[in-house]
């Protein structure tokens, strides 16, 4: 009988598991075997060309500094744009979550949505309008402003992290929403009970059980910022060279495809590192 | 400690009167219940005590001082919530300790408040686990040392025992009322479980719909509830209204009226008060009537019977073995001695929907 019932258990789990598991495998994981493969070879095994098995790419990534000083770069990116939607999310996931309810709520929300529904490189485009010089900011401060102001954030870092900030705000305020929301407002009201002013039940109670949800978030925000390259090719022009740009151009524009899939591997193991290293205190922290 | 002192609150959620003009004072040291069925303004009157809600006209008064304009943080109050509202992320020890971090008393005498707070109410061995290691009964026993550690004036309880299931419920309202003369704190308690009110406290407010109709100890309130509202809700009530009343004299039945009831004054009988016979009671000083027994529910020790009178319903609860053995359909009298016979005053305060 029980027998019987584990079978069926079994069948059910792997039947409603299978689709997804099956999807991954052929969409993500063959792919990125296949990387792997490529990034041992010294050229892409496509038509005539001569290739042999090699660890020259990753060779290549401590022979010079350059690399090492780009995925710096690109970590530094990845911990401002982290920290600045966390501090603009965080708050406004807060105000979603527990003061306003209803109708203006969902109004609310949609906005924060929007960047998802829109293209990103229509997105991207826009902050180009907005930030260059003469552009829709530059314009808008000398109307309002009783004096002139020179803006042209254009090609410079602030611009990358705008853009990136933008994109990304998104997962940090819905992971916080939905992680304040669980929040029973009956702990806040025994909070004030027992004296506790707002910054006290802030940091004592709201934080701390709010705390999964926004390193949900902000891994969700760090690790693709690391290796982004839109952003910084189109807003950052020539200062926005960062490891995610060199990756990109090893596979469209050098067209060495070994070297590219081995700087790849490199930053998605520092990238592992990093959360590795990082979860123990983070554990801790949400006990 | 202080005693707490609510005088014509009124309290007004966009249309809905959620207080109107409520008054009531809870002398120091005393044990109160508020009660009333759902949306009667019991929890929001609780709330304004505490401070979570302001009120748009009244004054409240913890001790001497005038708390109108005095947020829930500043007022010194304890409060234990429904569903005990416990920090998930503290220990038991850390969140019983929380007002008292607030209040800056230093991490040694935080500690000896906190094993004081425990010990009281029986958890000694427990501060080092986390909330949801601890079964109902333990958590509700942490919410109220929690809410009594700080020593406030005042101990709020909203509907703290409705969690629990009923043989637990009743070992912690003996542990309420023992930890409650211990420290000798006013106690103000929302409940919805008349008989909870009836069994703790000594003075019983019973609201509807926002107004205060009745406030008094438990004893006069059931004996004397001043309208078939109040008679109903707290306990049960058999009512003999006016014009029924004048009926129910035909057809053998014989109802000692007390001196101050005229014909057309509705009446109540509590169905403990009632007993069953299969002949005609005898005696002059005795009320009664003839009935017709639709149903027998037996419950241990008592049993129910519903009657009818006409079309009149009448419930009797008795001991079981007191009930003669009659089959459902059977003729039998009813009687009552006189003194059991309530008069309901008319056109009392609580009965204007409005």
Redesign the interface.
């Known amino acids: 009988m029980s027998t019987v019932l584990a079978r069926q258990n079994r069948l059910k789990i792997v039947s409603l598991l299978s689709p997804a598991y099956i999807w991954l495998t052929v969409a993500i994981f063959l792919p990125l075997s296949a990387m792997l493969y490529f990034s041992f070879l010294s050229d892409v095994p496509f038509g005539d060309a001569e290739w042999h098995y090699t660890s020259e790419n990753y060779q290549a990534f401590f022979q010079t500094s350059t690399y090492a000083t780009l995925l710096w770069k690109s970590i530094k990116l990845g911990l401002t744009v982290t920290v600045i939607s966390v501090l603009v999310g965080f708050p406004c996931a807060y105000v979603l979550a527990k003061a306003i309810k209803g109708k203006s709520r969902e109004a609310l929300f949609l906005l924060v949505i929007l960047p998802f529904w829109s293209n990103s490189l229509v997105r991207i485009f826009c902050w180009a309008i907005v930030l260059r010089g003469n552009g829709v900011l530059e314009l808008g401060l000398n109307a309002i402003l009783p004096f002139e102001v020179d803006v042209n954030l254009m090609f410079s870092t602030p611009a990358i992290v705008i853009g990136l900030v933008h994109s990304y705000l998104p997962y940090v305020i819905l992971t916080s929403y939905l992680a304040l929301q669980a929040i029973?407002d009956?702990?806040i009201?025994?909070?004030?009970?027992?004296?506790?002013?707002k910054l006290?039940i802030l940091w004592?109670?709201i934080l701390?059980?709010s705390l999964p949800g926004l390193l949900a978030g902000a891994v969700l925000i760090f690790v693709p910022v690391v290796g982004s390259f839109m952003e910084p090719r189109i807003l950052g022009g020539r200062v926005g060279t960062y490891f995610g740009t060199v990756i990109e151009d090893q596979f469209v524009a050098v067209f060495n495809w070994p070297l590219g899939a081995a700087l790849s591997f490199i930053l998605l193991a520092v990238v592992l590192v990093i959360l590795a290293t990082a979860s123990p205190a983070l554990r801790r922290a949400?006990? | 400690m202080a005693d707490v002192s609510v005088q014509n609150v009124t309290k007004t959620f966009g249309s809905l009167k959620a207080l109107n003009d409520v008054t009531m004072h809870f002398p120091d040291g005393g044990f109160f219940a508020l009660l009333g069925p759902s949306g009667s303004g019991k929890t929001t009157l609780l709330r304004a005590i505490?401070g979570?809600i302001f009120a748009d006209s009244g004054s409240i008064h913890i001790g001497d001082q005038s708390v109108e304009h005095i947020?829930?943080?500043?007022r010194?109050?304890?409060?234990m919530?429904?569903?005990y509202?416990?920090?998930?992320?503290m220990t038991v020890a850390d969140n019983v300790g929380?007002?008292l971090r607030?209040?800056k008393v230093g991490a040694a005498e935080e500690r000896r408040r906190v094993s004081e707070a425990l010990e009281l109410v029986q958890l000694g061995q427990l501060g080092d686990r986390k909330p949801h290691q601890l079964s109902g009964g333990q958590r509700q026993r942490v919410a109220l040392a929690?809410?009594i550690v700080?020593n406030p004036k005042v101990l709020?309880l909203d509907e703290p025992l409705s969690a629990l299931d009923k043989s637990l419920r009743v070992d912690m309202q003996i542990e309420l009322k023992r930890i409650q003369r211990e420290i000798g704190i006013t106690t103000i308690f929302v409940t919805h479980d008349q008989e909870e009110a009836l069994t703790l406290s000594d003075k019983i407010g019973i609201l509807r719909q926002g107004t205060m109709i009745q406030a008094g100890p438990p004893r006069e309130v059931y004996n004397n509830p001043v309208d078939v509202f109040t008679a109903e809700f707290l306990g049960e009530a058999n009512i003999l209204t006016g014009q029924s009343g004048l009926a129910l004299s035909s057809g053998g039945a014989d109802i000692k009226l007390p001196h101050s009831a005229t014909p057309q004054s509705t009446l109540a009988v509590r169905p403990e008060n009632m007993s069953i016979s299969i002949s005609e009671p005898d005696g002059d000083e005795i009320s009664k009537l003839p009935a017709t027994l639709v149903r027998r529910i037996f419950a241990g020790a008592m049993a129910t019977c519903v009657l009818k009178h006409n079309d009149n319903t009448f419930k009797v609860i008795a001991r079981d073995q007191d009930i003669p053995d009659l089959p459902e359909g059977g003729e039998i009298w009813l009687s009552w001695k006189p003194e059991h016979t309530i008069v309901v005053p008319e056109g009392s305060v609580g009965f204007d929907p409005n």
């Open positions: 029973d009956n702990l009201d025994a909070a004030r009970s027992m004296g506790a002013n006290t004592r109670v701390p059980l949400q006990t | 505490a979570f947020p829930v943080e500043k010194d109050i304890g409060m919530f429904q569903n509202a416990l920090f998930p992320n929380f007002g607030v209040r929690r809410a700080t709020l």
